[in-house]
C-alpha cells in the first residue's frame, strides 16, 4: 500500500492547481457578489467550464467512464489532491462538473441504470447540461434508518406511484435539476433491507412540488440548493425504475462510497484553506502588545491542525486505495472512521479560525462560516456520527478471554493478606 502520485495523476494536479489560481480563485470575489450576495447563477461559469473541459479536466471522480463517455477515468487515489484543490472554495467542484450530488448520482446511475435510462438521465448528467438530486431522507422519521422511510412507491400496471415528503435533498432546489432519484417503501412485508425501491422521478412530473429551500446553521448551498419536496401520488413509467424492486436499500450502497469519500476529500481542502488564513489573519493583527501569531494558543491551533489534517489525508487515501482495489466489502469501515474523523476535524480547525479571525470570522466575508457549516452538516448528512461508530464498534473484534485469563493482567492468583500498621 503506498499513495505516491503517478506521473498522470502529477500532470493531472499540476493543471488543476494551475487552473484553480488563475481561473477560479480570482473570480471568487465575483462568484460571492453574483451568487451568494444577488442570488443568480455566475455569468461566468458557463464559459469557465467549458474552459475546464477543453482542457481535459471534467468529470475526474469517475473510475468506472466508458469509453464513449467525457472524462478523465482518475482512480480514487488519484482525484483524492485534486478534491482538497477544488474544496479550497464551494463552487471549485463545479468547475469541474465534479460537485456534488451529482458526481455520486452518476456513479449509481452508471452501476445501475438500464441502457435506456443512461441515454436519457446519466449522459446529460455527463455532459454538464443537467442536475439531479437524491431524495433519501424525510422530515417526520429518523432516515439514517432507512427502514423508517415513510414514501411510498407503488406499482399500479405500467405505472409507478410515489407519495411522500422528502427533504434535505441537496440540489433538489437548483433551478437546472431535472430529475429526482427518490426512495421509498415499495414492499412493506418484505425483511427489512428489502422493502425499499429507487426510482427516477422527474422535477416537472405533475404532483411534485418543491416546497422550499432549506438551510443549515442559516448556511446556504448554492452550489446544490436543498430542496424540501412533496410527492402527491406522482405517477412515472416503471421503466423508471432504478436497479430491482426491493434492493433500493442495496443500491444505494453505490452512491454512499464515493459520496462519503468526496466530502471528506474536500474537507481536507476547507482545512487547509482555514489554516492559511489563520496564519495571516494572526500575523497581521496586533493585541496588547504583541502579535497574534506570538501567543501560544494561536500557535498551538495551527500545529493541532497540521497534525489534524495530515493524518486524516493519509486516511482518505487509503480508503480511496481501498477502493480502488475493488475492496467494498473492505472499504467500508475505513469510510466510516474517515467520515467521524475528517469533519470533527474540520470543525475543530473552522471553530479556531472563528476565535482567531474574531467578529470578522462569522461574516460572510470570509468562508469560515462555510467550512463550520459544512463540516457541521457533514456530522449528520450520510450517517451521523452515531451510526458510523455503532457500526465500527460492532465489527470490532472482540478478546476470547475474561479479566481474569487475560495474559495483560497480572493480579496473583491468591490474593495476599495487607499487614496492619501495628504489625
Known sequence: MHFEPTDRSQEILAQVAAFFDTEIL????????????????????????????????????????????PGTRLTNLEFAPLAEIMGKLPWGSQVFNCQAPDVPNMAMLQALATPGQKARWLTPLLEGTTRSAFAMTEPDVASSDASNIATRIEFVGDRIRVTGRKWFATGGAHPDCSFLIVMGVSDPEAVRTERQSMVIVPTDAPGVTITRELSYLG?????????????????????????????????????????????????????????????????????????????????????????????????????????????????????SMIKVSVP?????????????FGAMGGTADVPIHHAFAYARWFRIGDGPDEVHLRQIFRTEPQPGWSIADSPYVTVPAVAQPVRSAAE
Open 26 to 69: 480570482p473570480r471568487h470575489r465575483d462568484w460571492v457578489e453574483q451568487v451568494q450576495r444577488g442570488g443568480v447563477e455566475a455569468d461566468f461559469l458557463p464559459a469557465l467550464r467549458a474552459k475546464a473541459r477543453a482542457q481535459g479536466l471534467w468529470n475526474l471522480a469517475l473510475p468506472e467512464l466508458a469509453e464513449d463517455e
Open 344 to 356: 470533527n476535524m474540520l470543525q475543530r480547525i473552522a471553530d479556531h479560525a472563528l476565535q482567531i
Open 219 to 335: 448556511w446556504e448551498d448554492h452550489v446544490a440548493p436543498i430542496a424540501q419536496i412533496d410527492f402527491d401520488g406522482v405517477e412515472v413509467p416503471v421503466e423508471n425504475l432504478l436497479g430491482e424492486r426491493g434492493r433500493g436499500f442495496k443500491g444505494a450502497q453505490v452512491r454512499l462510497g464515493p459520496a462519503r469519500i468526496h466530502h471528506a476529500m474536500r474537507c481536507i481542502g476547507l482545512a487547509e484553506m482555514l489554516v492559511e488564513l489563520m496564519i495571516a489573519r494572526a500575523r497581521e493583527r496586533t493585541t496588547f502588545g504583541r502579535s497574534v501569531i506570538d501567543y501560544d494558543t494561536v500557535q498551538r491551533w495551527i500545529g493541532e491542525a497540521r497534525v489534524d489534517i495530515d493524518l486524516n489525508r493519509l486516511a482518505v487515501q487509503r480508503c480511496a486505495w481501498l477502493l480502488d482495489q475493488g475492496g467494498d466489502g473492505a472499504s467500508w469501515r475505513p469510510v
